[in-house]
C-alpha cells in the first residue's frame, strides 16, 4: 500500500519558521516528480512548489518563491519543503504529491498520490 505521510505542521508567529517532512512508503519515488499544494479554508487547492527527482529543475508559485525551497533525500524517500518569513496567508493545509512520471507539473491532475495533510498556521 502506497502511503505519503506529512509531518512538522505546527502553529508559528509570522517571519517564522517550519520544515514539513513527507516520508513515502510502499514503492520508491525516486525517480518520480513530487511536489507540495496547499489548501486554505474556503479556497481551491492550490500549487506550492515541486521538483523532479535529480533537482534539476524546480518550480515555485509565485507567493511563495525566495521564501520556500523543496529538497528531497532520495534514499529516505522522503521530500521536504522549508518554508521560512512565513506570513498568516501561508496557513493552510499543507499536501505532499508524488506525480505518476518523471515529469515535473504546477497541475495538479498530475499527481497521483497524496498525503493527509499537515495543518500550517501562521498568527500575525
Known amino acids: 500500500q502506497v502511503q505519503l505521510v506529512e509531518s512538522g505542521g505546527g502553529l508559528v508567529q509570522a517571519a517564522g519558521s517550519l520544515r514539513l517532512s513527507c516520508a513515502a512508503s510502499?514503492?520508491?519515488?525516486?525517480?518520480?516528480?513530487m511536489g507540495w499544494f496547499r489548501q486554505a479554508p474556503g479556497k481551491e487547492r492550490e500549487f506550492v512548489a515541486a521538483r523532479t527527482w535529480s533537482g534539476a529543475s524546480t518550480f515555485y508559485a509565485v507567493s511563495v518563491r525566495g521564501r520556500f525551497t523543496i529538497s528531497r533525500d532520495n534514499a529516505k524517500n522522503t521530500v521536504y519543503l522549508q518554508m521560512n518569513s512565513l506570513k498568516s496567508e501561508d496557513t493552510a493545509v499543507y499536501y505532499c504529491?508524488?506525480?505518476?512520471?518523471?515529469?515535473?507539473?504546477?497541475?495538479?491532475?498530475?499527481?497521483?498520490?497524496w498525503g493527509q495533510g499537515t495543518q500550517v498556521t501562521v498568527s500575525s
Open positions: 504529491a508524488a506525480a505518476s512520471g518523471q515529469t515535473i507539473s504546477r497541475d495538479y491532475r498530475a499527481y497521483s498520490y
Open positions: 510502499g514503492r520508491t519515488f525516486s525517480r518520480n516528480a
